[in-house]
Protein backbone atom coordinates (compact mmCIF):
# COMPACT_ATOMS: atom_id res chain seq x y z
CA UNK A 1 0.00 0.00 0.00
CA UNK A 2 2.69 2.30 0.70
CA UNK A 3 4.69 1.23 -2.57
CA UNK A 4 1.36 2.21 -3.98
CA UNK A 5 0.70 5.64 -2.52
CA UNK A 6 4.27 6.58 -3.00
CA UNK A 7 4.35 9.82 -0.96
CA UNK A 8 7.57 11.88 -1.82
CA UNK A 9 10.15 12.72 0.72
CA UNK A 10 8.96 15.70 2.94
CA UNK A 11 5.43 14.56 2.50
CA UNK A 12 2.84 14.81 4.96
CA UNK A 13 1.09 11.77 5.43
CA UNK A 14 -2.01 10.84 7.38
CA UNK A 15 -2.88 7.01 7.82
CA UNK A 16 -6.46 6.32 8.84
CA UNK A 17 -7.08 3.31 11.28
CA UNK A 18 -3.84 2.91 12.10
CA UNK A 19 -3.93 0.27 14.91
CA UNK A 20 -0.47 -0.22 16.34
CA UNK A 21 1.29 1.43 13.61
CA UNK A 22 2.23 -1.56 11.63
CA UNK A 23 3.03 0.58 8.65
CA UNK A 24 4.30 3.58 10.15
CA UNK A 25 8.05 2.61 9.65
CA UNK A 26 7.49 2.01 6.25
CA UNK A 27 5.50 5.48 5.80
CA UNK A 28 8.75 6.73 7.63
CA UNK A 29 11.36 5.65 5.04
CA UNK A 30 8.91 7.11 1.80
CA UNK A 31 8.70 10.16 3.54
CA UNK A 32 12.83 10.78 4.90
CA UNK A 33 13.30 13.28 8.08
CA UNK A 34 11.35 15.90 6.74
CA UNK A 35 8.50 14.47 6.14
CA UNK A 36 5.95 13.44 8.82
CA UNK A 37 3.67 10.64 9.46
CA UNK A 38 0.30 11.19 11.42
CA UNK A 39 -1.38 7.85 12.72
CA UNK A 40 -5.11 7.79 13.29
CA UNK A 41 -7.20 5.74 15.20
CA UNK A 42 -10.27 5.60 17.92
CA UNK A 43 -8.83 2.56 19.40
CA UNK A 44 -6.15 3.98 22.86
CA UNK A 45 -5.37 -0.01 23.29
CA UNK A 46 -3.59 -0.29 20.28
CA UNK A 47 -1.86 3.36 20.01
CA UNK A 48 -0.80 2.66 23.75
CA UNK A 49 1.42 0.13 21.44
CA UNK A 50 1.67 2.55 18.77
CA UNK A 51 2.97 4.82 20.78
CA UNK A 52 5.50 2.13 22.74
CA UNK A 53 6.71 1.12 19.29
CA UNK A 54 7.90 4.61 18.56
CA UNK A 55 7.80 7.28 21.33
CA UNK A 56 8.37 9.84 18.92
CA UNK A 57 5.52 9.09 16.12
CA UNK A 58 2.50 11.26 16.36
CA UNK A 59 -0.69 8.95 17.23
CA UNK A 60 -3.62 10.62 17.62
CA UNK A 61 -7.13 9.41 19.25
CA UNK A 62 -9.93 10.25 16.70
CA UNK A 63 -12.66 8.88 14.33
CA UNK A 64 -11.11 8.55 11.04
CA UNK A 65 -14.37 9.24 9.37
CA UNK A 66 -13.78 12.75 11.04
CA UNK A 67 -9.79 13.09 10.94
CA UNK A 68 -8.97 16.19 12.94
CA UNK A 69 -6.83 17.58 9.94
CA UNK A 70 -8.09 20.69 8.02
CA UNK A 71 -9.10 20.09 4.34
CA UNK A 72 -5.49 20.44 2.48
CA UNK A 73 -3.24 19.58 5.68
CA UNK A 74 -2.05 16.10 4.79
CA UNK A 75 -0.24 15.69 1.28
CA UNK A 76 -0.87 11.27 1.21
CA UNK A 77 -3.64 9.23 3.32
CA UNK A 78 -3.65 5.98 3.56
CA UNK A 79 -6.22 3.05 5.39
CA UNK A 80 -5.17 -0.68 5.58
CA UNK A 81 -8.40 -2.78 6.41
CA UNK A 82 -9.61 -0.04 7.11
CA UNK A 83 -12.81 0.23 4.83
CA UNK A 84 -15.32 -2.68 5.40
CA UNK A 85 -15.07 -1.84 9.31
CA UNK A 86 -17.18 1.51 7.87
CA UNK A 87 -20.58 2.04 7.69
CA UNK A 88 -20.68 4.39 4.88
CA UNK A 89 -16.96 3.87 3.25
CA UNK A 90 -17.33 5.76 0.08
CA UNK A 91 -17.86 9.09 2.29
CA UNK A 92 -14.98 8.61 4.78
CA UNK A 93 -12.77 8.48 0.94
CA UNK A 94 -14.27 11.51 -0.21
CA UNK A 95 -13.68 12.87 3.48
CA UNK A 96 -10.04 11.83 2.99
CA UNK A 97 -10.08 13.04 -0.86
CA UNK A 98 -10.92 16.49 0.63
CA UNK A 99 -7.91 16.20 3.38
CA UNK A 100 -5.68 15.74 0.51
CA UNK A 101 -7.23 18.05 -1.57
CA UNK A 102 -6.45 17.79 -5.37
CA UNK A 103 -3.28 16.53 -6.29
CA UNK A 104 -2.50 14.86 -3.15
CA UNK A 105 -2.44 11.10 -3.12
CA UNK A 106 -4.57 8.50 -1.81
CA UNK A 107 -3.93 4.65 -0.99
CA UNK A 108 -6.09 1.84 0.31
CA UNK A 109 -5.24 -2.04 1.07
CA UNK A 110 -8.20 -4.15 1.96
CA UNK A 111 -9.21 -7.74 2.19
CA UNK A 112 -12.24 -9.21 0.51
CA UNK A 113 -12.98 -12.37 -0.97
CA UNK A 114 -11.55 -13.00 -4.29
CA UNK A 115 -13.22 -12.94 -7.89
CA UNK A 116 -9.82 -14.89 -9.72
CA UNK A 117 -11.07 -18.02 -10.62
CA UNK A 118 -8.53 -20.19 -9.72
CA UNK A 119 -8.44 -19.06 -6.03
CA UNK A 120 -12.69 -18.86 -5.54
CA UNK A 121 -12.42 -22.62 -3.84
CA UNK A 122 -11.00 -20.63 -1.30
CA UNK A 123 -13.77 -18.12 -0.20
CA UNK A 124 -15.51 -20.25 2.16
CA UNK A 125 -12.57 -20.37 4.18
CA UNK A 126 -12.07 -16.60 3.85
CA UNK A 127 -16.34 -16.43 5.23
CA UNK A 128 -14.91 -18.58 8.36
CA UNK A 129 -12.09 -16.45 8.79
CA UNK A 130 -14.20 -13.16 8.49
CA UNK A 131 -16.63 -14.84 11.19
CA UNK A 132 -14.12 -15.65 13.49
CA UNK A 133 -12.61 -12.77 13.15
CA UNK A 134 -15.38 -10.45 14.06
CA UNK A 135 -17.11 -9.55 17.38
CA UNK A 136 -19.98 -11.43 18.73
CA UNK A 137 -23.73 -10.37 17.54
CA UNK A 138 -21.80 -9.02 14.42
CA UNK A 139 -24.43 -11.44 11.44
CA UNK A 140 -27.48 -10.45 13.71
CA UNK A 141 -26.48 -6.80 14.41
CA UNK A 142 -25.83 -6.49 10.17
CA UNK A 143 -28.75 -8.72 9.48
CA UNK A 144 -26.31 -10.32 6.38
CA UNK A 145 -23.41 -11.89 6.69
CA UNK A 146 -20.26 -9.90 7.73
CA UNK A 147 -18.68 -11.22 4.65
CA UNK A 148 -21.02 -10.40 2.21
CA UNK A 149 -21.12 -6.65 4.08
CA UNK A 150 -17.22 -6.46 3.94
CA UNK A 151 -17.26 -7.23 0.36
CA UNK A 152 -19.77 -4.43 -0.08
CA UNK A 153 -17.91 -1.85 2.04
CA UNK A 154 -14.44 -2.60 0.45
CA UNK A 155 -15.77 -2.74 -3.54
CA UNK A 156 -17.85 0.90 -2.23
CA UNK A 157 -14.28 2.75 -0.87
CA UNK A 158 -12.49 1.10 -3.79
CA UNK A 159 -14.84 2.55 -6.93
CA UNK A 160 -14.93 5.91 -4.89
CA UNK A 161 -11.02 6.34 -5.14
CA UNK A 162 -11.07 5.19 -8.54
CA UNK A 163 -13.63 8.00 -9.43
CA UNK A 164 -12.19 10.51 -7.93
CA UNK A 165 -9.03 10.13 -8.46
CA UNK A 166 -6.62 9.85 -11.57
CA UNK A 167 -3.50 8.07 -12.18
CA UNK A 168 -5.42 5.32 -10.77
CA UNK A 169 -3.65 1.87 -9.81
CA UNK A 170 -5.45 -0.60 -8.83
CA UNK A 171 -4.70 -4.59 -8.45
CA UNK A 172 -4.90 -7.34 -6.16
CA UNK A 173 -2.56 -9.46 -3.96
CA UNK A 174 -2.69 -13.17 -1.77
CA UNK A 175 -4.57 -14.86 -4.28
CA UNK A 176 -7.70 -12.02 -5.26
CA UNK A 177 -8.05 -11.46 -1.90
CA UNK A 178 -6.11 -8.34 -0.83
CA UNK A 179 -7.20 -5.02 -3.05
CA UNK A 180 -5.09 -2.28 -2.78
CA UNK A 181 -6.37 0.76 -4.95
CA UNK A 182 -4.24 4.44 -5.35
CA UNK A 183 -4.41 7.13 -7.01
CA UNK A 184 -3.97 11.49 -7.69
CA UNK A 185 -6.98 13.05 -6.29
CA UNK A 186 -8.98 14.89 -9.10
C1 LIG B 1 -7.83 -4.30 11.08
S1 LIG B 1 -7.11 -2.97 11.97
C2 LIG B 1 -5.81 -2.46 10.88
C3 LIG B 1 -4.76 -1.64 11.57
C4 LIG B 1 -3.64 -1.10 10.68
N1 LIG B 1 -4.17 -0.29 9.61
C5 LIG B 1 -2.78 -2.21 10.13
O1 LIG B 1 -2.67 -2.35 8.90
O2 LIG B 1 -2.16 -2.95 10.93
C6 LIG B 1 -8.34 -1.69 11.76
C7 LIG B 1 -8.10 -0.50 12.66
O3 LIG B 1 -9.01 0.52 12.29
C8 LIG B 1 -9.48 1.14 13.47
N2 LIG B 1 -10.76 1.79 13.15
C9 LIG B 1 -11.87 1.22 12.62
N3 LIG B 1 -12.83 2.14 12.45
C10 LIG B 1 -12.31 3.32 12.87
C11 LIG B 1 -12.81 4.65 12.94
N4 LIG B 1 -14.05 4.97 12.52
N5 LIG B 1 -12.00 5.61 13.42
C12 LIG B 1 -10.75 5.31 13.84
N6 LIG B 1 -10.21 4.09 13.80
C13 LIG B 1 -10.98 3.10 13.31
C14 LIG B 1 -9.56 0.04 14.51
O4 LIG B 1 -9.50 0.57 15.82
C15 LIG B 1 -8.33 -0.80 14.14
O5 LIG B 1 -7.20 -0.39 14.87
Known amino acids: MVDALAPDPCDTVVELGCGTGANHGRVRDRVGPAGRYVGVDFSPGVLAVARERDPQGSFVRADAT ?15 FVSGMLPDPAAAVRTWADLVGPGGRLALLDLARTTRPGWRALNPGFRLFVRAGSPPGTAAALRRSPTAVLDRRVAAAHRELRE ?16 VSAGTVR
Open 66 to 80: RPPVRPGGADACCAA
Open 164 to 179: GCTDVTAGTLAGGFAR
